[in-house]
């Protein structure tokens, strides 16, 4: 029964917040008092423990994914749903690579809600379709293009992301410049895109985030 299952909602916007656990107590979900900010969001969940924390990222003192990450280190087995506006790759890679129970956006109906915590409970993972579209169609395809980087391929890619002229990096590498352009050349036909001056630079600042974790 749904009034065994304790939710946590938070959320920095009042009457967001207010829908949230209306329509959650109206499906007989057992709803804890709901957090206005990250901070209190990470007391509640560290004393009452619910099964479930649907959690906004964008609140103030602590961001959703901080409270997630805060929550993991102490070993706690709630269950975390991120319920947000953002749908852009950083944050699906993010939430991705957090391992949350579910991903869901603001502007969908609050059947996919209770349709996420079902499936949550079961021990799935449940996100919108648009999360699923990013990941497939915008993060996968450029994760397996970085996979095929040489060592001193993805090294000169960090330096590039790091904003670092070819000058500067044949500098900290202690190698020629022409040795820099040559692994430029080398990065751009690997991770196929356009051979102008500026390719390589406009590639490494749009998936800056999917080079984190190489």
């Not at 391992?99 to 993972?125: A, M």
């Not at 820099?180 to 800056?208: F, Y």
């Amino acid at each position: 029964m749904n009034h065994n299952i304790s939710i946590l909602a938070a959320d920095d916007h009042p009457i967001l917040l207010k829908g949230l656990r209306d329509e959650l107590l109206n499906l007989g979900y057992n709803v804890l008092e709901g957090a206005t900010n990250g901070a209190q969001a990470l007391e509640i969940i560290i004393s009452k423990k619910p099964k479930i924390a649907i959690l906004d990222i964008n609140m103030s003192f602590l961001t959703g994914f901080e409270v997630i990450k805060k929550c993991k280190s102490e070993s706690l087995k709630t269950k975390f749903i991120i319920l947000t506006y953002y749908k852009e790759k950083g944050f699906v890679l993010k939430a991705k690579n957090m391992n949350i129970s579910g991903y869901l956006l603001k502007d969908e109906p609050i059947s996919e809600v209770h349709t996420c915590i079902q499936e949550v409970l079961n021990g799935k993972f449940y996100a919108s379709k648009t999360f699923d579209d990013v990941f497939n169609n915008e993060i996968s395809p450029e994760i397996e293009k970085i996979k095929y980087l040489s060592p001193s391929e993805r090294t000169i890619i960090r330096l590039i992301a790091g904003e670092n002229t070819s000058k500067e990096i044949a500098e900290i590498l202690s190698i020629s410049i022409r040795t820099v352009d040559k692994h430029r050349s080398n990065i751009i036909t690997k991770l196929d895109i356009a051979s102008t001056s500026d390719s390589l630079s406009l590639w490494v600042k749009s998936n800056k985030d999917l080079l984190e974790n190489f």
